[in-house]
Each structure stands twice: as structure tokens, then as C-alpha cells.
T-cell receptor
Framework: QKEVEQNSGPLSVPEGAIASLNCTYS??????FFWYRQYSGKSPELIMS??SNGDKEDGRFTAQLNKASQYVSLLIRDSQPSDSATYLC????WGAGNMLTFGGGTRLMVKP | EPEVTQTPSHQVTQMGQEVILRCVPI?????FYWYRQILGQKVEFLVS????????KSEIFDDQFSVERPDGSNFTLKIRSTKLEDSAMYFC????????????????FGPGTRLTVL
């Protein structure tokens, strides 16, 4: 059974700082990795996906993937109070319609 | 921007009653999913649906659950006889099916239906 682990937090950072969120996964054959943001009482909102080892940047967000270590991370630069939310790591397998396995999420608090 | 919609936003029901949760996936998407999130817990996969049949389901998706695409736009989740432990947020998601056989599609989530079983 696939497991996806995240530190539940809260991770508290000052406004303008870099927030670093981490995720490990158990299934070595996993190929697809996603970061979602979830505000309290709301649905997961896609931030970005990553499929290859290395870094992928999108605006203030950078996802990092290391398949050998089964580790994926999300960096948020210039953190804003509006970034305060729970960040969910999700892992997919092979094939277009494969299910996602979610971690429990890390709660991020950005203090003004 | 196209989005997944769900109705109702909140459903309250008595234990043992049947409920139907409705979703309208993004119009050109081919895969449809249901996930649930019990308060304070992880988002859990229930079922995926493609080409008018279930393609994958979890252990949670037992005989009490069923899914249907009754027409060209709606996708429904039916719970036949609700239990207290079915109380959760239920999220519908859809994906376009273009990622191929090696990687998983990006899945876009609807706003959810909060189901409360009394």
C-alpha cells in the first residue's frame, strides 16, 4: 500500500521568507507528483506537478524531486500571508487515470 | 476558466438514508474521480471512472457506493444506506486523459459536498 508522509506542522515563517515543505513516499515506482494547496473547508487547488528528477519552477514556487531518495519538496519564495494554508503532497502511479495518494498535509502559517 | 462543479454544497441526511452527490466535470475531460476527506484526515481516493465504467476503486468503495454518468455532463456518487462514518467532504475531480501510459494526469477538484449523517 502506498504511503505518503508529510510533517503536519504548523510551519511558521515570516512574511517574505522562504517556506520549505517536504514529502516522502513509499512506492518506488511512483512517477507523478503533485502539490495542492487547501484552505480550511475548501477543496485542493493544484499548485504544480513534477515528473522528472530535479527542480521545476513556476513563479514563486519551486518543486524538487529526488526519485532515488523518494523525496519531493516545495519551496515558496517571498511567502505572503495569503499563502497560509495546508499544502498537500499527492503521488500518482502509471497511466493517465491513476488514483492519487495524498499525504496528510503540512499547515503553513506566514506571519506578517 | 473551466472548473468542476458539485451540488449540493452541504447535504444533511439521516443514518440509513440514500444520498446522491452530483458533479459536473470539466467538459472535455475523460476521467472522473471521487475522493473523500473526513474532518482532520487525509484526502482518500474512492473511485475512478472512464469510458462509462469503473477503472479503479479503493477498499472504501464497497457495495454501499455506486457511480454513474447518467448523461453527457453529470457524474454521480450514490451512497445506498448512509452510516455515521460516511460523514465527510466528498470531492469530485476530473482529468483530460492526455498524459499517456507513463504518468498520471493532473486532476482538478470541485469545491466539494459536505455530507453530514445524523
Amino acid at each position: 500500500q502506498k504511503e505518503v508522509e508529510q510533517n503536519s506542522g504548523p510551519l511558521s515563517v515570516p512574511e517574505g521568507a522562504i517556506a520549505s515543505l517536504n514529502c516522502t513516499y513509499s512506492d518506488r515506482v511512483s512517477q507523478s507528483f503533485f502539490w495542492y494547496r487547501q484552505y480550511s473547508g475548501k477543496s485542493p487547488e493544484l499548485i504544480m506537478s513534477i515528473y522528472s528528477n530535479g527542480d521545476k519552477e513556476d513563479g514563486r514556487f519551486t518543486a524538487q524531486l529526488n526519485k532515488a531518495s523518494q523525496y519531493v519538496s516545495l519551496l515558496i519564495r517571498d511567502s505572503q500571508p495569503s499563502d497560509s494554508a495546508t499544502y498537500l503532497c499527492a503521488v500518482g502511479g502509471w497511466g493517465a487515470g491513476n488514483m492519487l495518494t495524498f499525504g496528510g498535509g503540512t499547515r503553513l502559517m506566514v506571519k506578517p | 476558466e473551466p472548473e468542476v462543479t458539485q451540488t449540493p454544497s452541504h447535504q444533511v441526511t439521516q443514518m440509513g438514508q440514500e444520498v446522491i452527490l452530483r458533479c459536473v466535470p470539466i467538459s472535455n475531460h475523460l476521467y472522473f474521480y471521487w475522493y473523500r476527506q473526513i474532518l482532520g484526515q487525509k484526502v482518500e481516493f474512492l473511485v475512478s471512472f472512464y469510458n462509462n465504467e469503473i477503472s479503479e476503486k479503493s477498499e472504501i468503495f464497497d457495495d454501499q457506493f455506486s457511480v454513474e454518468r447518467p448523461d453527457g455532463s453529470n457524474f454521480t456518487l450514490k451512497i445506498r444506506s448512509t452510516k455515521l462514518e460516511d460523514s465527510a467532504m466528498y470531492f469530485c475531480a476530473s482529468s483530460d486523459g492526455t498524459s499517456g501510459i507513463l504518468i498520471t494526469d493532473t486532476q482538478y477538484f470541485g469545491p466539494g459536498t459536505r455530507l453530514t449523517v445524523l
